[in-house]
């Protein structure tokens, strides 16, 4: 199945795009794809997610309705569990590969394990197979947290907790059991669409 490379950056107001028609997905992700979120709903996801500034919002909150974005449901609630943080990217791809079968998901995009260490969340987006309604380039974005990290709930600070200095095998060492689980899963047709995820920089 076709996969269309990265879409644009549809918040930058320097891209052309025509506003979405909202018309139901088709292809490989159209099995698992549940409600489309409104223009109002992605404006208000993005303010959440992003520093908007008071001068700014007339300029990008237009631009909303050209983003095309979907729940996928079937990601709400999953976890995939792991002992060393070197193994996150193939955990998550796995169950990518179990929860969305039949599509070629590429392991080639590594997960951020810098969030992980610092925030306690995972929050990656990566190429997904492209919208055959549309035939626009996708992504699938999915945010959840890691909790618990052997049987403890983790909190923010639970990395610089456990290793007060970085420990000499690096993200290789084995931690123990830890736990993701993702709370919210993207389907859209812009770079980074930040539905759900809060602002944590």
Known sequence: ????????????????????????????????VGTQYSVEQIWTYYRSHTDVYPDEEAQLRPLAARIRA????????????????????????????EKLPGIPWDPAHQVHLGRIKKY?????????????????????????HLDPVNGQTAGRDWYRELYPSEPSNGEDAVIGEMIFRLSLATYANTRTPGIGVPFYM
């Open 120 to 144: 306690g969340i995972i929050h990656e987006v990566v190429e997904a197979p492209l919208d055959g309604a549309t035939q626009s380039a996708m992504v699938l974005e999915v945010y959840g």
């Open 70 to 97: 979907f729940n996928v449901p079937v990601l709400s609630g999953a976890t995939f569990t792991i002992t060393r943080l070197s193994d996150t990217t193939l955990a998550l791809y796995a169950l990518l590969t």
């Open 1 to 32: 199945m076709p996969f269309a490379g990265w879409p644009p950056d549809l918040w930058n107001p320097q891209v052309a795009a025509q506003d979405d028609d909202r018309r139901p997905v088709k292809g490989a992700m159209e099995p698992f």
